[in-house]
């Protein structure tokens, strides 16, 4: 997917509550004439630039059920626009039934020109921005003299939730955003989507269930430290880089050299499928870019005084117990400073 040339067409916002009385839905689309295109691309859809993992609309009965999908269809057949965006608001509070669901703006953008291989096509945008962020705004008094004031307001680097669908040829494809720790609501309740199946999704997907399942279940039932932890998820990710084609299976053989475990992982795996929405292939094509570990995951916090980060694990690296301080530490070994 190719964003230079994208622009936002129409746009429309409503205001979603919990309290339904709350709520505010819109009966025009927003001005956009007078505002700068630039920077509607800036907010709206450079935050999908990086975005690689593809999702496809899915009902477990037909697509004909898929409120999201079929408001997207007519929005593609240029039904009316607000209308529809009122459609997708309406199915938003259909579903928005656990008290933990945050207020916010609910903006519905057509976008045009978006580039997928040679072809120029049409895509939907739907973002949901819960939270707001103070901002200082110049501007002169009647004297002439410049005076500031502070306002609230959005930032593109807080949005929320969001999706971009692309009405690709046959079946649209879907982009999304998510900040939240549980992605069930956005995901499957409201959009309906799931993950497809490429060499970008297996490669991703083998990282992040390596990660959940050491840090989630391993870490409970085996007795190790922080550095065995990270230890683990720094080789699992290097099996992956160093693959052409990866098969799971035998790199968890190679990995924790524990029969049981492999087993324990082979478990967790077939959970991890069901609860994500995704297949693993017995072996897939690797996508490099796909095989990042994040940073947060290989850093050992030490109280509230200091971090080590470990870009690698081995025999540098030492941890004991002192008992006149009562403490414990570690003990790095390095050749010279940086």
């Known amino acids: ?44 859809i450079k935050p999908f630039a990086n975005v690689k993992a593809e999702y496809s609309f899915s009902h477990p009965v037909d697509l004909s059920y898929n409120i999201i999908y079929q408001t997207a269809l007519k929005m593609l057949n240029n039904e009316n626009f607000v209308k529809c965006s009122q459609d997708v608001f309406r199915h938003l509070q259909a579903v928005s039934t656990l008290p933990s669901i945050k207020d916010g703006d609910l903006f519905v953008a057509k976008i045009s020109d978006v580039v997928m291989g040679d072809s ?27 005076q500031f004031a502070i306002k609230n307001g959005f930032s593109s680097n ?17 982009y999304l955003i998510d900040t939240s720790k549980e992605t069930k609501f956005w995901k499957q309740d409201f959009l309906g989507v799931v993950q497809m ?50 098969q799971i299976k035998l790199a968890a053989e190679k990995v924790f050299e524990d029969k049981d475990v492999v087993n324990m992982f082979s478990e967790y795996c077939r959970v991890y499928e069901e609860k994500e929405g995704i297949k693993f292939y017995n072996s ?5 870019k796909a095989v990042v570990l994040p940073k947060k995951v290989r850093t050992i916090k030490l109280d ?17 117990f002192d008992e006149s301080k009562g403490l414990n530490y570690y003990k790095l070994y390095f050749s010279k400073e940086k």
């Open 1 to 44: 997917m190719e964003l230079k040339e994208a622009y936002i067409d129409k746009i429309i916002c409503h205001h979603f509550s919990i309290d339904p009385t709350k709520s505010l839905l819109n009966n025009a689309l927003m001005n956009i004439l007078e505002l700068d295109s630039n920077v509607l691309k800036e907010f709206f």
């Open 120 to 146: 120029y096509y049409d895509g939907l945008g739907i973002f949901k921005i819960e939270q707001k962020s103070e901002f200082i705004e110049t501007y002169l008094d009647e004297k002439g003299n410049m």
């Open 158 to 174: 807080r949005i929320d939730k969001a999706c971009m669908i692309v009405f690709a040829e046959k079946m649209p494809k879907c």
């Open 197 to 246: 199946s490429n060499s970008y999704s297996q490669s991703k997907a083998a990282i992040l269930v390596f990660q959940s399942f050491v840090n989630e279940t391993l870490k409970d039932r085996v007795e190790m430290t922080k550095e065995e932890q990270v230890s683990l998820l720094n080789r699992w990710t290097e099996q992956v880089k160093s693959s052409e084609v990866f």
């Open 304 to 320: 509230d005084t200091a971090e080590i980060n470990l870009l690698k694990t081995g025999g540098f690296i030492e941890r004991g």
């Open 284 to 288: 897939f094509d690797v996508d490099k």
